[in-house]
């Protein structure tokens, strides 16, 4: 089944204590990107990546970090976490980076800071 | 830099009566436009789009959206809405020369028995 596959789900951790949340894609997409989701601000963009070992900035990209060092893998890094992180964060593909070819959503990961 | 307002946070409608969702953008160009529903729990999924001709497009789920460059809009429209359509709705906007998608806020639709 195509899918874009986020880990974990739920993700309840301390300020400072650096983590990764994964994301994987089984399409072959070229595109990767991720995204956070806040009440009455809809999904912002925080990095994305055009191909392997390519990335770039999106709205949102401080206190993130970004690898793509595989085709399907495209994990987000928090390196030292801040409350103002808590967020549901989606990772989304598509076949290019064409406007034309539509997003693939995980099913997202809601952190919390504490 | 182009932007999407979505004017509704919340609407309820009754099951099987119609359901339109506003969502105006600003973008200079002719924009790529997106509707995207997001069930509780899911990622969004893809309804339907627009980036050329008929300006009604046709969705999955028996939804359609009209794109109207004299008033910047894009509205989502069903003609009868079903328990299982209780969602967020998402409105994007796409610029033709790259992947620099912008959402709206969101609408939250509830139905009512």
């Known amino acids: 089944e195509a899918q874009v596959t986020q880990n974990p789900r739920y993700l309840i951790t301390v300020t400072g204590k650096k983590l990764t949340v994964t994301c994987s894609q089984n399409?072959?997409?070229?595109?990767m990107s991720w995204y956070r989701q806040d009440p009455g601000l809809g999904l912002r963009q925080i990095y994305y990546?055009?191909?392997?070992?390519?990335?770039d900035k999106g709205d949102v990209p401080e206190g993130y970090k970004v690898s793509r060092k595989e085709k399907r893998n495209f994990p987000l890094i928090l390196e030292s976490p801040s409350p103002n992180q808590t967020s549901l964060y989606f990772c989304a593909s598509s076949l290019d980076m064409s406007t034309s070819s539509p997003l693939h959503f995980g099913n997202g990961t809601r952190l919390t800071v504490t | 830099a182009q932007s999407v307002t979505q004017p509704d946070i919340h609407i309820t409608v009754s099951e099987g009566a119609s359901l339109e969702l506003r969502c105006n953008y600003s973008?200079?160009?002719?924009?790529?436009l997106f509707w995207y529903v997001q069930s509780p729990g899911q990622g969004l999924q893809l309804l339907l789009k627009?980036?050329?001709?008929?300006?009604l497009v046709q969705g999955i789920k028996g939804f359609e959206a009209e794109f109207k460059r004299s008033q910047s809009s894009f509205n989502l429209r069903k003609p009868s809405v079903h328990w299982s359509d209780a969602a967020e709705y998402f409105c994007?906007?796409?610029?033709?020369?790259?992947?620099?998608?912008?959402f709206g806020a969101g609408t939250t639709v509830t139905v009512r028995a």
């Open positions: 990546s055009m191909n392997v070992e390519v990335t």
């Open positions: 399409m072959n997409h070229e595109y």
């Open positions: 973008y200079g160009a002719t924009p790529y």
């Open positions: 627009y980036f050329s001709g008929d300006t």
């Open positions: 994007a906007v796409g610029r033709s020369n790259d992947y620099k998608l912008s």
